[in-house]
Nanobody, 120 residues
């Protein structure tokens, strides 16, 4: 059984910073694509950032230059460093692991969601 645990959320004022962390409870063999999604109040879930096993990074236009995604393969972890936070960044953030296991299949693992609130 695999557990995905997120941490690092909270409330900050505009212009502040937060760092989100997410990790699986155990190592899983395969090729990992790690990502962060978010769901703002009244809106659909959107991709925030994605990083491949090779380190290729993709960001939503709304967070480019402010957010940075990174990974630690030894810890089976993904991180999201958020700077210059804006009220529109307020959302529930979800980490995602998309794992390709050759000969087995493709599996998605999701964090429980963590609240980020940016307000004055």
């Amino acid at each position: 059984q695999v557990q995905v645990v997120e941490s690092g959320g909270g409330s900050v004022q505009p212009g502040g910073s937060l760092r989100l962390s997410c990790a699986t409870s155990r190592s899983i063999f395969g090729s990992y694509v790690m990502a962060w999604y978010r769901r703002a109040p009244g809106k659909e879930r959107d991709l925030v950032a994605r990083i491949t096993s090779g380190g290729n990074e993709i960001y939503a236009d709304s967070v480019k230059g402010r957010f940075t995604i990174s990974r630690d393969n030894l810890k089976n972890a993904v991180y999201l460093s958020m700077n210059s936070l804006k009220p529109e960044d307020t959302a529930v953030y979800y980490c995602n692991f998309n794992i390709l296991q050759p000969g087995v299949g493709v599996f998605d693992y999701w964090g429980q969601g963590i609240q980020v609130t940016v307000s004055s």
